[in-house]
């Protein structure tokens, strides 16, 4: 099973941007291809982690969308166990957020406002009066910027992005770094954010499952 675990994590930085990273264990590698492009004009990318345990992850620098999850069931089957699209256009065509980085706050922020050390914030309001997972342009709608990480035993991703003072009406300018590391059956997701002003936040990831890859989810058993 994979498991999503928020850790601090050290490697060493690869140039951002680079097709694949150098790895001394060659199955642990990362691979680079063309995922499509924005309206804007930004080039979009696909970054597939693997591992030696023929687990694959892959991950897009829009969002920080991750795509697909594929590991092999106890017969050795791989399967994709969870929810994503094949290409860019169906993600920037709308969807529940499937798979990607959810900010600046996840959750809905009733009637779009909130008070801070005195001083009252209007949010953007997307669902009804409230603010939802960051607003009309969240962290799940921007592209990110890349950097593959090199280390010996683990394929890694970090992605970068700078949220202006006023950007969907938080205050401070905040900048964020998320790490995406494949290590072993497990996957590591770390967030770490630094503002220049008193603001709130809450990280997540809005990633669905399905570990039979397709069909019903109903015989599934969850422990809490």
């Known amino acids: 099973m994979v498991a999503l675990i928020l850790i601090l994590v050290g490697c060493n930085s690869g140039k951002k941007g680079e097709a694949a990273a ?12 063309l995922f ?17 345990q023929d687990i694959t992850v892959t991950i897009t620098n ?14 050795g089957k791989t399967t994709n166990i969870t929810l ?20 600046r706050y996840g959750n809905r922020i009733a009637n779009a406002r909130f008070s801070l050390d005195g001083e009252t ?17 969240g962290f799940d709608d921007v592209t990110w ?7 010996d035993e683990r394929a890694a991703l970090r992605l970068s992005y700078l949220s202006v003072d006023g950007e969907e009406g938080y205050p401070g300018n905040l900048s964020v770094t998320v790490t995406y590391e494949l ?14 002003k008193a603001t709130v936040l809450n990280l997540t990831n809005h990633a669905y499952f399905n570990l039979a890859g397709e069909g019903s989810i109903r015989d599934h058993i969850l422990y809490i």
């Open 183 to 196: 290590l072993m059956d497990q996957l590591f997701i770390t967030y770490e954010a630094e503002c220049d």
């Open 36 to 52: 499509g492009m924005t309206p804007e004009g930004d080039s979009v990318m696909l970054y597939t982690l693997k591992n030696e």
């Open 121 to 137: 914030y209007t949010l953007a309001a997307n669902n009804g009066n409230n603010s939802l997972h960051g607003g009309v342009k």
């Open 62 to 75: 829009y969002g920080g969308i991750i795509t697909g999850i594929y590991i092999p069931d106890k017969n």
């Open 84 to 103: 994503g699209f094949d290409n860019l256009e169906q993600y920037l065509a709308g969807h529940p957020n499937f798979g990607a980085l959810i900010g």
């Open 22 to 33: 150098e790895q001394k264990n060659p199955k642990c590698k990362v691979e680079t291809s």
């Open 145 to 151: 910027v890349p950097e593959v990480i090199s280390c």
